[in-house]
Structure formats: structure tokens, C-alpha cells
């Protein structure tokens, strides 16, 4: 089994940068999630490299984990693209940050 990626890492932590310099919490939530998914693919996949553990166990993990990946690979795709997000920079578009600069402004 091998974990099939839309985004890179590096992509990753670029939307949770973002995110958090826009306030724009939900695609960098997503991003976390799915940061968290491929840490427990790795350790499933260490887990059953052990010949002491039950290798079904760890394989229905892996493979349950594999599939929420891609679930939420996919929902950040569409998340992005309502966004209006460039796919190439991974920048928020230019409505969000002003909706952001708006907020701001109000609480001054």
C-alpha cells in the first residue's frame, strides 16, 4: 500500500502559513488533518515491519488511513478551488485577505 499525494509537505505547511497569517483557519485545518494522517500511515507502516505485532491489525489501520487521506486530499481540492486558492503558490486569494484587513479594521 502506498500513500497517494496531491500535496507535498511543503504544500502543506505553505496552506497552514496561510492560514494563519489570513486567519483563514478551515483549509489549514484540513492541511493539519491531513499532516496527522501521514504520520499514522508511517507508524503503521513501522508497526508492521515488528514480527511481534498482529499484522492485521496494523494493516486495517494503514488501510482505513489511506482511505480518509484521500477523502480529504479531494476536500481540500474543492475547498481551494471555492476559495478561489492558486493552486500554483498556494496563496489565499485576494477577497479573503481583505475580508481578513475588514475585521481588523473594525475591531481598531
Known amino acids: ?19 494563519a497569517i489570513y ?15 501521514r504520520e499514522l500511515y508511517r507508524y503503521q507502516n513501522t508497526c508492521e515491519a515488528d514480527p511481534g505485532n498482529d499484522l492485521r491489525v496494523h494493516q486495517a489501520i494503514a488501510e ?7 477523502l480529504m486530499e479531494d476536500c481540500m481540492v474543492k475547498i481551494l478551488a471555492i476559495e478561489g486558492w492558486d493552486r500554483t503558490t ?15 479594521a473594525r475591531d481598531d
Open 23 to 37: 486567519m483563514c483557519a478551515c483549509p489549514a485545518q484540513v492541511a493539519v488533518q491531513l499532516r496527522s494522517l
Open 1 to 19: 500500500m502506498i500513500l497517494q499525494k496531491q500535496f507535498s509537505d511543503q504544500e502543506l505547511s505553505q496552506i497552514i502559513e496561510e492560514g
Open 64 to 70: 482505513a488511513t489511506l482511505r480518509a487521506h484521500a
Open 90 to 104: 498556494l496563496k489565499m486569494p485576494e477577497g479573503l485577505r481583505r475580508r481578513r484587513d475588514e475585521l481588523i
